[in-house]
Structure formats: C-alpha cells, structure tokens
T-cell receptor
Framework: KAGVTQTPRYLIKTRGQQVTLSCSPISGHRSVSWYQQTPGQGLQFLFE???????NKGNFPGRFSGRQFSNSRSEMNVSTLELGDSALYLCASSYASISGQETQYFGPGTRLLVL | QQQVKQSPQSLIVQKGGISIINCAYE??????FPWYQQFPGKGPALLIAIRPDVSEKKEGRFTISFNKSAKQFSLHIMDSQPGDSATYFC????????????????FGRGTQLTVWP
C-alpha cells in the first residue's frame, strides 16, 4: 500500500507570496491532518479534515487554510507568506474508525523556505 | 502550555547500550500514547504505541513503559544500534468526542539520539 505523498517536496517563495501544498493520504484513509515542524517550536498541529470538513484547528493565524476533496486528498494554503513560515509542513492520514483511536501516518513533508 | 513534556533533549549512547527517553503529560483524558521516529529529511514514522490499560508494551528492541498514576511514559531501546540514531517524539491525542476522528496529536519537543559505534 502506498504511503502518504506530499507535493512538492521543496519550495522557495518570497515574503508576501502565497503557496499551496498538496497531500494524498493512504488509500482508504479518510482523515488528513497538517502539522508545521520548526526547530524552535517543534511539531505543531495546524488542522484536521475528515469528509471534506475541518474537524479540528490549531492555533495558527487565518493566513493558514486548508481543504479536503471528495477523494480525501487535501491541500493547505498559506497566504501573505512571512519569513517565520519557513518550516517543514507535514501531512498525516488516518483511517478514522468509530473508536476514534487511530494511528496517524506521516508523509515526507514539504520543506518551505521563505526569503 | 506544553501538553506533553519530553526529556532529555539529546542523548548519546554507546552501541549495545540502553536508550531511555521520558515523557510526562497532564491531561488524564489522554488515552493513546504513540512514539514516533524521525530521520533527517523524512517525516515521523510510528515506532510503537501504548494505551493506558497496560503498563508495558514490547516490540522487538523497543519497549514502552507506562505509569498512569505518575502520568509518565517512557521509551526504552535495548541493544541500541547506530541505525537507531534519529529524533524520537512522544505524543498524545487531544480530547475529542467519542467516535470522532483522532484529531490533533500533541508532540513532545523531541529527543535527538546518537548511538556511537
């Protein structure tokens, strides 16, 4: 079974631009979560989508947004990029069973550098 | 407020030794405790996980010990190998409605493990 895939793997942008990152979950997984990883703050939760609906949201400004499509693929968008947005953006998928206790499987991430 | 506190920040162990990483949490509603391993340039990969109804879980050289009363859990890596050199994260899921998705994971700050040959 193929793992979580993220595109692009690397991205360089300048301040003020916007960026869209893509995530394809493991086949059959319905939940997609996004995390930001930086050396200073570690792994921080951005948001989670399930059945095209945002279920949970972390403490990030409105410049960070996302969506999920009917095939469970997800995108996240960051508008008006700031230098501090430079980070590794990780997508994780899970099956989301009725028990609510599911493993999250991470993709390789998209490394974003904002100049 | 950090939901999961992890220590040490870095750890150097000789090949064949035991690596021990500790995590502490506050929220007694946490009901699932995974450990992730991350190599440079890769995303975190699930290593082993435990639920609070057991005190220990072992998978190969990796063991999680769980102390519910102390709200602590730890990862033990027996016979540490140079290939184990990576960053390890403990985590716990946020509270959620029963039957909903896993939701967010709160991660510890990570432990960079170096195993000398």
């Amino acid at each position: 079974k193929a793992g979580v895939t993220q595109t692009p793997r690397y991205l360089i942008k300048t301040r003020g631009q916007q960026v869209t990152l893509s995530c394809s979950p493991i086949s059959g997984h319905r939940s997609v979560s996004w995390y930001q990883q930086t050396p200073g703050q570690g792994l921080q939760f951005l948001f989670e989508y399930f059945s095209e609906t945002q279920r949970n949201k972390g403490n990030f400004p409105g410049r960070f947004s996302g969506r999920q499509f009917s095939n469970s693929r997800s995108e996240m968008n960051v508008s008006t990029l700031e230098l501090g947005d430079s980070a590794l953006y990780l997508c994780a998928s899970s099956y989301a069973s009725i028990s609510g206790q599911e493993t999250q499987y991470f993709g390789p991430g998209t490394r974003l550098l904002v100049l | 407020q950090q939901q999961v506190k992890q220590s040490p920040q870095s750890l150097i162990v000789q090949k064949g030794g035991i690596s021990i990483i500790n995590c502490a949490y506050e929220n007694t509603a946490f009901d699932y405790f995974p450990w992730y391993q991350q190599f440079p340039g890769k995303g975190p990969a699930l290593l082993i996980a435990i639920r609070p109804d057991v005190s220990e879980k072992k998978e190969g050289r990796f063991t999680i010990s769980f102390n519910k009363s102390a709200k602590q859990f730890s990862l033990h890596i027996m016979d540490s190998q140079p290939g184990d050199s990576a960053t390890y994260f403990c985590a716990a899921p946020g509270t959620r409605d029963r039957g909903s998705t896993l939701g967010r994971l709160y991660f510890g700050r990570g432990t960079q493990l170096t195993v000398w040959p």
